[in-house]
């Protein structure tokens, strides 16, 4: 029986070509995205399976519960845990204590790079399945580890044991060893592995409760997980006793996770980096689903619309005695078949996107192909299912006296309203698929090439170290410098923190901190509402005044701006400092958050980089030379570290790649749309073949034909665009006010890109009626 | 006796009126009977054979057959015994396009559960009886009308109904193809199958034992030939 329904399914796709490629094509297109949520889903599950001990290896959580009973889940334990584990309880073989820090980077004078780090003990390497194709574990302070991916980018060579990084905070590090290449879905994924002692040396928060990293044992072989559960409520009783004592008011409960099934996090636990949350997989898999069904919505309606044709072969085989179910389940083959065949071109494209557009926040291989190929398959039998059940129930309900006496016309059917609403609803979703990504295609080239909130043109940027001065003064010689300015870093990227108050009797707020000299703020083009620049100076001494934005006056409460100027405030808990001028808000960190207090102060001891303003534009290579060259004289043994700060802010703003994965996304949603609803064009036009015939004949001109043949279809895009910009330009509201610095939307943008969408529709539609309309009508008529 | 239509009546309101279309139908068949159906355009012939193949219901009156009350059979307790029992056959022959010859013929043993092997022996059997060895890999839209014709018979014949119902079956047909049709069914019916046929043809109506004359969904007469 199922080979038939498959034989009657391979010819009646073969005889209907066209509506046959708009199915497959259009779920093809669709599929991939669905079969990348698939493969991120199971890579989740594959997470960290690469340990020696998978069944005795396991990762200690902290439920924080504070004093009113609000609970709070957290992947991260405090340091100690490990050690009273370690210590006091037989059935451990080993624990140990990982520590994560962000916003690493290291250099070796040449090149600076950002990395990825963790601390860890010696016993990390025993219980976790990272080799080292050379050297040691890092074990004494100021030593690491790091992959050969990373000693080929410092040193082009793997061979790097010995070698010295430098830290900006934390010094000179030695190499010790270089890690063999690992799988890189475990949450423990780093670039550089720092020894613990490291961690122990520079860590000033050494309270007993401070979730400061993760904690993991290893069983011994004959413990079981009771051993491991007695264990942490004792190490908790201990910890809570003591922490009463300390005054501190939470409790902590420790339980544990099974290291393979770290991922997917299920209880969306707080600092659980590198772990993807079920609910991030959901929304992944969410997009992945609206593009299958705005493909499925296709195949319902092209189905439906044939659904005439069908009707005959239905009351056939009911006369020949099959009942409901087993037409249902013919149908519903048919679609199976339909996503069988999308599923083989949708693998193929997606090897095509793994090869062109390659996007590494995506998981694109994964351990068990049978798992993965079992689900590709069982997944799309399943869409095909329900892509067939719609058509599927219509068509069986035929009823065979009526269907074969012919007395069912088309509007008998009373469908039309579904089948419309399928193609509006698909316009729609298409638009704002395409006005939400042109909104963030705008928001990041905004970021990218944003030069309002400060200067970024004619701008270079040179890495300094210790005395920076003589450097400086025989720039000044050259003549296409117009002012160096001299900053701790550039806006931008990270920004130190400081601490701020209007007197001594108050509690301090948090501001940014930058060291900077006047002519730095004269680079960055900054906006005085109130007072002038800092005074200008070359002294060796820390200033007393300092330039503040807006933020920082409403943070602390000293008036209106102009109010302001010549007020004390207070520093870091110890210097008295004066304002010397107020500049208007900007974003001089990430474009998602308001701002923070900015403190601007002449600070030599921290100036790092060298902030170079061009008279006009200049050639970067050419430039770069004439830097170096001076460079030279003062750093022999150094490599300039110089960039181009326009290019640089764009390279990091610009998210290329993504950028044309989610175009790609668009185009593919417009296709899909497109192909429906030129099937469905096609479809009506073939069915009035004959009328138009008719109607040719007597006379009527090729436009009117055309006008008679799209109204309809228009109408249906009009009502698209009605419903389609507005809901359209609300979804990008919300997403760009994520952004708390942002261009807005732009709305005129939103009307152009809908009039491509209309005319391109308006064009699919034209086209087949025109088709249709200058066809000689003799011979349609006699075709009939 | 084979069936008993009593006093049945089946209408379609229109616009809140009772549109009649079949009136009082009293009517009994035996088996191994040949029986033809006359009457003009639009008087009710196809929708009586539909009734009496359970394609259709009826609003009054009863209807047995072989001792069940079709009227009070659920769906799918019909079906079961029409597709048990009785076989179509059209004028339009509604052949399924995408199957060949051998596949339309084979259908209705698709949906009996027949075994492949018994269902390989009893279409080579229906083949060779009418000829078409030689075209059971070709499609539908590749045979002439009388070829398509004997297709149709086929296949209402391949599952051994009791019944044949035969909605103008030459209808589409040449003079000479429809004497072959009849011929066919007068042999049929020599060998003990029932045939009910609609047809506008007194040349057709006679090869049947009798003939019932219908107008305006009523039985104007019988005739016995
Ligand atoms: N569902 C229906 N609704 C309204 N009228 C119908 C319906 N089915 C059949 N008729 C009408 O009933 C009459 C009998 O139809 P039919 O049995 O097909 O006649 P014929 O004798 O030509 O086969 C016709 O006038 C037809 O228009
Ligand atoms: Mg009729």
Redesign the pocket.
């Given at each position: 029986m199922i080979r038939n329904y498959f034989k009657v399914a391979w010819r009646n796709l073969w005889k209907n070509k066209l509506f046959s490629i708009i199915n497959i094509l259009g779920l093809g297109l669709a599929i991939p995205f669905a079969l990348l949520s698939l493969m991120q889903v199971q890579s989740a599950y594959e997470y960290d399976n690469f340990h020696p001990y998978p069944d005795r290896t396991y990762r200690i959580i902290t439920d924080v519960t504070d004093n009113v009973g609000g609970k709070i889940k957290y992947a991260l334990s405090p340091q100690t845990v490990a050690e009273q584990l370690k210590q006091d309880y037989p059935s451990i073989e080993k624990a140990i204590f990982v520590v994560r820090e962000f916003g690493w980077e290291l250099n070796n004078r040449i090149k600076t790079l950002d990395v990825n780090s963790i601390y860890v003990e010696p016993a990390f390497f025993d219980v976790f399945g990272f080799k080292l194709a050379s050297g040691t574990a890092p074990v004494e302070p100021n030593s690491l580890v790091l992959t050969e991916e990373k000693a080929l980018a410092f040193f082009g060579t793997t061979e790097a044991v010995g070698k010295v990084l430098t830290h900006p905070g934390y010094g000179d590090f030695t190499v010790t060893g270089v890690l063999k290449p690992y799988k890189r879905n475990t949450h423990l994924r780093s670039d550089v592995m720092v020894s613990m002692a490291t961690y122990n040396k520079f860590s000033k928060d050494t309270a007993l409760t401070s979730l400061n990293g993760f904690t993991y044992v290893l069983l011994k072989p004959t413990a079981n997980k009771a051993n491991l559960d007695a264990a942490l409520t004792a190490v908790a009783a201990k910890i809570n006793t003591k922490s009463i004592v300390n005054a501190t008011k939470e409790n902590l409960t420790f339980r544990e996770q099974a290291i393979t099934s770290v991922a997917p996090d299920f209880d969306d636990l707080r600092g659980n980096s590198y772990v993807e949350s079920i609910l991030d997989l959901a929304v992944n898999f969410g997009f992945a689903l609206a593009l299958l069904l705005l493909a499925g919505f296709n195949y319902v309606n092209l189905t439906l619309a044939r659904s005439l044709s069908r009707a005959k072969e239905v009351g056939v085989r009911k006369v020949a005695g099959a009942l409901r179910h087993q037409l249902v389940g013919q149908f519903i083959c048919e679609a199976v078949l339909v996503a069988l065949l999308s599923l083989a071109l949708g693998f193929i494209v997606l090897k095509l996107m793994e090869q062109f557009s390659y996007v590494n926040w995506f998981t694109w291989k994964v351990d068990n192909q049978f798992v993965l190929w079992g689900t590709f398959i069982i997944f799309s039998i399943f869409i095909g299912a329900l892509a067939g059940a719609i058509p599927a129930r219509i068509l069986s309900r035929f009823q065979p006296a009526?269907v074969l006496?012919g007395?069912i016309a088309p509007s008998t059917f009373g469908r039309m309203g579904l089948r419309n609403s399928l193609v509006v609803i698909q316009f729609v979703a298409s638009s704002c698929f395409i006005f939400v990504m042109a909104t963030f295609y705008n928001q990041f080239r905004y970021m990218a090439t944003d030069n309002d909130n400060f200067n970024r043109k004619h701008i270079y940027n040179v890495s300094v170290k210790g005395d920076y001065r003589l450097l400086q003064q025989d720039l000044t010689a050259n003549k296409n410098i117009e002012r160096i300015g001299l900053v701790s870093t550039a806006f931008g990227g990270t920004t130190a923190q400081a601490a701020i108050k209007k007197n001594k009797q108050e509690q301090n707020k948090e501001a940014s901190y930058y060291a900077a000299n006047a002519e730095f703020i004269s680079n960055m083009q900054l906006q005085f509402i109130a007072g002038n620049n800092l005074p200008a100076s070359n002294g060796d001494s820390v200033s007393n005044f300092v330039v503040v934005n807006e933020q920082l006056l409403t943070t602390l409460g000293l008036g209106t701006p102009q109010e302001a100027v010549g007020k004390t405030i207070l520093l870091n808990n110890d210097r008295e400092v004066i304002i010397n001028g107020v500049v208007k808000n900007f974003c001089y960190y990430i474009y998602q958050f308001a701002t923070n207090p900015l403190v601007l102060q002449y600070n030599p001891s921290q100036f790092h980089l060298l902030s170079i303003k061009t008279k006009t534009e200049v050639d970067d290579a050419v430039f770069k030379s004439e830097i170096a060259a001076v460079w030279k004289k003062y750093h022999p043994h150094e490599e300039l570290a110089f960039s181009n700060y326009q290019k640089e802010m764009y390279d990091r703003y610009f998210p290329g790649r993504d950028m044309k994965f989610m175009g790609m996304f668009c185009v593919v949603v417009l296709i899909i749309a497109l192909m429906g609803l030129l099937g469905i064009v096609t479809y009506h036009t073939e069915k009035r073949v004959k009328e138009i015939g008719i109607r040719k004949v007597m006379g009527a001109s090729v436009p009117v034909i055309v006008k008679e043949l799209s109204k309809s279809f228009v109408k249906l895009i009009i009502i698209a665009a009605g419903i389609g910009l507005p809901v359209g330009y609300a979804i990008c509201y919300f997403f760009i006010s994520l952004f708390a610095y942002s261009p807005g939307v732009n709305l005129l943008m939103l009307c152009i890109l809908f009039c491509c969408i209309f005319s391109i529709a308006l064009i699919t539609i034209a086209y087949k009626a025109i088709y249709a309309a200058i066809a000689n009508p003799v011979k349609s008529l006699r075709t009939e | 006796m084979l069936l008993e239509l009593k006093n049945m009546f089946k209408w379609?309101t229109?616009g809140g009126n009772r549109?009649f279309?079949l009136k009082d139908i009293n009517l009994q068949v035996q088996e191994g009977e040949f029986i033809s159906i006359m009457?003009?355009?639009?008087?009710?012939?196809?929708?009586?054979?539909?009734v009496i193949g359970m394609l259709d219901g009826f609003d009054e009156g009863e209807y047995n057959f072989l001792h069940e009350s079709v009227h009070k059979l659920k769906e799918k307790q019909r079906a079961q015994l029409y597709k048990q029992y009785i076989g179509f056959v059209f004028q339009q022959y509604h052949l399924i396009d995408e199957l060949t010859v051998y596949e339309n013929i084979e259908t209705p043993l698709l949906y009996q559960d027949v075994k492949s092997s018994e269902r390989k022996a009893m279409v080579a059997d229906m083949l060779d009886r009418f000829n078409i060895v030689g075209k059971k890999d070709l499609f539908p839209s590749q045979l002439s009308g009388g070829q398509q014709q004997l297709v149709g018979i086929a296949r209402a014949l391949i599952a051994k109904p009791k019944l044949i119902l035969a909605?103008?079956p030459t209808g589409n047909l040449n003079s000479r193809q429809g004497e072959e049709i009849m011929e066919l069914f007068t042999q049929l019916n020599k060998e003990g199958v029932t045939i009910i046929q609609?047809t506008h043809s007194e040349k057709n109506a006679a090869y049947a034992g009798r003939t019932i004359h219908?107008l305006d969904?009523r039985i104007e007469k019988h005739i016995n030939n």
């Open positions: 009526k006496k007395t | 379609v229109v549109i279309l009457g003009p355009s639009g008087s009710g012939k196809s929708t009586l054979l539909n909605d103008e609609v219908l969904g």
